[in-house]
């Protein structure tokens, strides 16, 4: 007796593996973080890297151990680079605490002013409102710092660790890639192989698409706030660019922490608003200009699902969930489009409106 396909069951099955599917597959995701987001990275970076290690092996006859571990020298060069500069400036900024402090409390007087004529709620029941949470706080004191301790060094040992992984999937790439073309059956073969050759090409375009997006609209934000006149361009610059990868909600990160470090130096709510102004003007040329030119013909992905997806990856994988669920969700629909019952789900998260009309032909003929 031969077991009916899905395809052929009643509705509500096929409705129920595919939640079980879904639902086991988000558990297994977040119980293998540690081991999963480390090495996600370490794809994404190897697949950006292959060209210059190919390039080292092919002109300059590099074995390609050596090839691999100067290719992830290089990005970990890169990487130290920006760090130390945005850490550089973030030390000048610590000068201006002081001035952050009397700009806090001025501040905190005037809300309790404000309050006090408004609410009728008189100064000293505030203070005494702000004691009893100061002491709360305190409390947990402690933990927060075993939290932030502990919080530093898992973030150092996932930096170790994607390296370490970028290293081995650049040194055994062949094998790799051998062994996902030999898991399937002989006839998928071709199709395995253009899966994997356009996941590399798309991966690697939308890196490379990425970083151009992120100099450009770090330039722009830089060479605008010094125009104006505000003070650390160059760090709320860095800071705009690097957050402007994560899309729509990395931008307001980026707008309430520039406006905060600029109410804090400057003294001015009029550079804040000037802030506010660019930061917001910026994001307009980056979301239609910069990124459908740049990005958006590497991977195309409809806003919704883009949103969504960041969401998601922020509630499974926290910040590296939502730096990487655009490049998996891209991998995804470059699988979907080519296996056969899975293409609608590759027109629900591309925004192909041609692809969208062939499919709704298609379903009129049947």
């Not at 920006?82 to 610590?94: E, K, N, P």
């Not at 609209?217 to 690097?242: E, Q």
């Not at 917001?280 to 040329?285: A, D, E, G, R």
């Not at 655009?326 to 489009?337: G, M």
């Amino acid at each position: 007796m031969e077991i009916p396909q899905l395809q052929s069951r009643p509705f509500y099955i096929k409705l129920a593996c595919v939640l079980f599917s879904l639902i086991a597959l988000v558990y297994i995701v977040r119980v293998g973080k540690e081991i999963l987001s480390p090495m996600i990275f370490s794809c994404l970076f190897s697949i950006l890297l292959l060209p210059l290690a190919s390039f080292l092996e092919k002109k300059f006859r590099f074995p390609r151990s050596a090839s691999s571990m100067l290719s992830v020298i290089i990005l970990l060069a890169g990487i130290v680079l920006l760090f130390y500069v945005i850490a550089t400036q973030i030390s000048d900024l610590s000068n201006e605490w002081p001035l952050f402090q009397l700009q806090l409390n001025k501040s905190i007087l005037q809300l309790q002013h404000w309050i006090s004529k408004t609410f009728e709620i008189n100064i000293d029941k505030q203070l005494s409102l702000l004691h009893d949470a100061a002491t709360k706080m305190m409390s947990a004191s402690s933990a927060v710092v075993g939290a932030t301790l502990l919080s530093i060094s898992s973030i150092l040992l996932f930096l170790v660790f994607t390296f370490i992984y970028t290293f081995f999937f650049l040194l055994y790439r062949r094998l790799i890639k051998r062994f996902l073309e030999t898991v399937f059956l002989e006839k998928n073969v071709p199709i395995v192989h253009a899966v994997i050759e356009q996941v590399q090409y798309i991966i690697r375009k939308y890196i490379v698409g990425l970083i151009i997006e992120m100099s450009i609209v770090t330039a722009l934000v830089c060479i605008s706030f010094s125009l104006f006149g505000i003070k650390y361009s160059l760090l709320l610059g860095l800071l705009t660019g690097l957050f402007n990868i994560i899309p729509y909600i990395g931008i307001f990160t980026a707008l309430i922490i520039s406006s905060l470090i600029t109410f804090a130096t400057a003294a001015s709510l009029s550079k804040v608003l000037i802030v506010m102004v660019i930061v917001i003007i910026t994001h307009l040329i980056d979301s239609n200009i910069l990124l459908p030119t740049i990005v958006g013909s590497k991977v195309r992905i409809n806003a919704l699902i883009a949103v969504l997806g960041v969401i998601m990856g922020e509630m499974i994988w926290g910040i590296s969930g939502m730096f990487l669920s655009i490049p998996v969700i891209a991998v995804l629909k470059i699988i979907f489009d080519r296996i056969e019952g899975l293409q609608a789900w590759g027109i629900i998260l591309g925004d192909d409106e041609k692809q969208q009309e062939a499919l709704a032909g298609k379903n009129e003929d049947v």
